[in-house]
């Protein structure tokens, strides 16, 4: 993988604009961590742009002071509004948009940077990162990695990665995108006017993390969770032996290790951290008892759903935060609710009886897996 430019993609301002900024940074009530201010390299203490005040009878110490962040940008300072994916719906159905065709998880930063002024050091991320120029121009500057394909762990150190030898640097101007993979090595500058940039990061699950999951596994059985022999950090030869027996015994181990339920596991591991989209939920709460067998439903936008046998007969679906548990007679109603098509509830006809239809129906609306649209689309 190597870093690569695309030219005049398209516009991104349907995601965030510079009015949506404004709009955020200066009538949202932001707090810390959704803002942090850096310049020069170096990260602005909060206390700079947060005041505190009050809610009712609770105190708030970390409620962004728009007025004192302004004139520190003014004053060169780059904006960073940080986690988009969570607070800012745009974001957040793009990133999900993202999330379920790669099949790793995403996450949103925005940087607002004055002209003439630098933001960041020159440092690596631990994750991949697409740059999407939004307005204004950034000059980058990319450069070797320090460490190759670096996990979480491997905190970027500045002063290496500055010394590191340039790749090659580039002008980016609205709707340009940069592809950095993780470890390489850059940084930005903005140039004659304000810019605005999304950098998009993808927190792919490695093969690291399937080594992790399995190690985490091995604790169910018994004979790795004996303790060490007394006394083993004086006597090298029993520690050696040790190690070498919890080897021996992982490998006898990891050879009968199913490899379709760890690869289940990941993937329920990924599907239970995707919070559902919930944009109209209440209105839909609000309308259940209205549902009838005319009324058409799909699959909800950006739902992440998996189905999965429970015990006893059940059937496990699960759905980004919560395991709904249902009959496992009802399962093929269930795919054919969420294959993507609009459906009347009556559809399901020739599958339940219209008491049960209603019920399944009305509790998948009710979780967030469904949404009624209106019959003509």
């Not at 009050?54 to 970390?62: F, L, N």
């Not at 340009?176 to 470890?183: I, K, N």
């Not at 699950?205 to 999951?213: A, C, G, I, K, M």
Request: hydrophobic share 45%; proline share 7%.
């Amino acid at each position: 993988m190597a870093p690569h430019r695309w030219r005049h993609v398209g516009a991104f301002d349907d995601v965030l604009s510079l009015a949506d900024v404004d709009r955020a940074l200066t009538g949202s009530g932001l707090r810390r961590p959704a803002v942090r201010l850096v310049r020069d390299g170096e990260i602005l203490p909060p206390g700079d742009y947060t005041k505190t005040a009050r809610t009712g009878a609770s105190r708030i110490d970390d409620l962004i002071d728009p007025g004192r962040a302004l004139d520190l940008f003014g004053a060169g300072a780059t904006i960073v509004l940080q986690g988009l994916q969570r607070w800012w719906p745009p974001a957040t159905r793009f990133c999900r948009q993202l999330e379920l065709g790669l099949g790793h998880p995403m996450q949103a930063n925005a940087y607002l940077t004055p002209a003439g002024a630098a933001g960041l050091a020159p440092h690596h991320d631990t994750h991949d990162v697409f740059v999407l120029q939004v307005a204004g121009a950034k000059h980058w500057t990319v450069r070797e990695p320090v460490v190759d394909t670096p996990l979480p762990r491997h905190v970027s150190d500045h002063d290496a990665a500055a010394g590191q030898p340039v790749l090659f640097e580039a002008d980016m101007y609205p709707g340009d995108v940069l592809y950095l993979p993780r470890g390489f090595v850059h940084s930005a500058a903005a140039q004659q006017g304000v810019s605005l940039h999304l950098t998009i990061g993808v927190l792919a699950t490695t093969v690291h993390d399937v080594v992790r999951l399995l190690v985490d596994r091995a604790g169910d059985d018994v004979a790795f969770r004996r303790s060490l022999t007394p006394g083993w950090p004086d006597d090298p030869d029993a520690a050696t032996a040790a190690v070498k027996s919890a080897v021996a015994d992982l490998v006898d181990w990891l050879g009968t290790v199913d490899a379709g339920e760890v690869a289940e596991a990941l993937a329920d591991r990924f599907v239970s951290n995707r919070t559902p989209l919930l944009d109209g939920q209440l209105l839909e709460v609000a309308a259940l008892d209205a549902i009838d067998d005319g009324t058409v439903v799909e699959r909800r936008a950006g739902i992440v759903a998996a189905l999965r046998p429970g015990d006893l007969d059940r059937l496990r679906l699960v759905l980004g935060d919560r395991v709904v548990v249902l009959p496992a007679a009802v399962e093929p109603a269930v795919r054919r609710m969420l294959d993507g098509a609009a459906h009347r509830v009556g559809d399901l006809a020739d599958m339940l009886d219209p008491s049960s239809r209603l019920v399944l129906v009305r509790r998948l609306v009710r979780e967030g897996a469904l949404r009624t649209v209106s019959p003509d689309g």
